[in-house]
């Protein structure tokens, strides 16, 4: 009996099969929305192959979106093997048509000479047609470009245009970039509070950097009043995110008493900490630190060291998991 009801249902699935086929998607943007299903598993097995095969059609079909995304599969190896050479071929092919991504990934398949061979002139070529329209990260990247004079005639004051337009539209990078022009007089006039305003506005967006910046600038007296408390509350912000130099710099702050209470176990845990990530003036300091500590004291604070390092390694892990969504 059972052989007897294998048959049927053999025969409709390949009914099934056929009607499938004839159904297949043919327009480009039909085709490209179901490479996302098998890219994603949405409704299908998740499969990166049958992902890239959906993309291929659509992107040969001319879908810029489709172009890009194989690109993107073509540089990161999924559904196909790794071939830098492919990835530029259909980011170029993106680009062409006003791809906004594409013509910055393109830009940085230049610099890095991966596909290509490497040519600061055309990375910037890329660059500023993303960055003309719009896109905050192209400009804020051109704004590099300028001050660094990579391709380019160095200009800061160009530098800093391109810096204020991605900082305008709440780029935090490009909100970090204008404050170091207002805090250098690099291409603006120097300007201590406007650069506060412009760091503070990167460290409220949970920029790392620009958070350990805040906190030099009120451990120093540059641009704000000094203030210890508030040096120690962003240089935690940043060490919290894995900043090294911040790891250090609220190890001392720990280890002397400054903005917080004296604590030689939390200072030498987190120095400790700094010391791991690289930073080489920690660890003359753990030693000196630990000269006028107990055995008892060491070990609590190599306990601590331990913990806070994974804490702050799954913060760093659940921030990069947000930042790829």
Not at 5 to 14: E, K, N, R, Y
Not at 38 to 50: A, F, K, L, N, R
Not at 68 to 87: C, F, N, P, Q, R
Request: charged share 25%; aromatic share 10%; net charge negative.
């Amino acid at each position: 009996m059972r052989y007897l009801l294998i048959v049927p249902a053999a025969i409709a699935l390949a009914f099934m099969s056929l009607v499938s086929c004839e159904r297949q998607p043919q327009t480009p943007e039909a085709q490209y929305n179901l490479g996302i299903k098998y890219d994603i598993g949405d409704g299908v097995p998740e499969d990166d192959v049958q992902a890239v095969k959906w993309y291929r059609k659509a992107a040969e079909q001319g879908l810029a979106e489709a172009q890009y995304v194989l690109g993107l599969m073509y540089a990161s190896g999924e559904g196909v093997l790794k071939d830098d050479i492919e990835a530029v071929k259909w980011y170029r092919k993106a680009a062409a048509q006003g791809h906004i991504d594409a013509q910055l990934n393109l830009g940085f398949m230049y610099v890095y000479g991966e596909g290509v061979a490497e040519d600061d002139a055309e990375a910037a070529r890329w660059f500023r047609l993303a960055a003309e329209q719009g896109d905050a990260d192209a400009q804020n990247h051109l704004g590099f470009i300028y001050a660094a004079g990579q391709g380019v005639v160095e200009d800061d004051a160009e530098a800093a245009r391109w810096f204020r337009l991605a900082a305008e539209q709440g780029d935090a990078k490009g909100q970090f970039n204008l404050g170091y022009m207002y805090s250098h007089g690099e291409g603006v006039l120097a300007d201590a509070a406007e650069a506060v305003k412009w760091y503070r506005k990167a460290a409220d967006q949970g920029l790392a950097k620009a958070q350990n910046h805040m906190g030099f600038l009120y451990d120093n007296g540059m641009g704000v009043i000094e203030d210890d408390a508030q040096a120690v509350k962003w240089y935690r912000k940043a060490a919290a995110q894995g900043f090294v130099m911040a790891q250090h710099n609220l190890g001392l702050k720990y280890s002397r008493g400054e903005g917080v209470a004296e604590d030689g176990v939390r200072g030498y845990a987190w120095l400790s900490i700094a010391s791991a990530g690289g930073h080489e003036d920690a660890k003359p300091l753990i030693e000196a630190l630990g000269d006028r500590m107990t055995p008892e004291q060491i070990a609590e604070a190599q306990a601590l060291s331990r913990e806070i390092a994974e804490r702050v390694e799954a913060n760093e892990k659940q921030t990069a998991g947000s930042a790829s969504e």
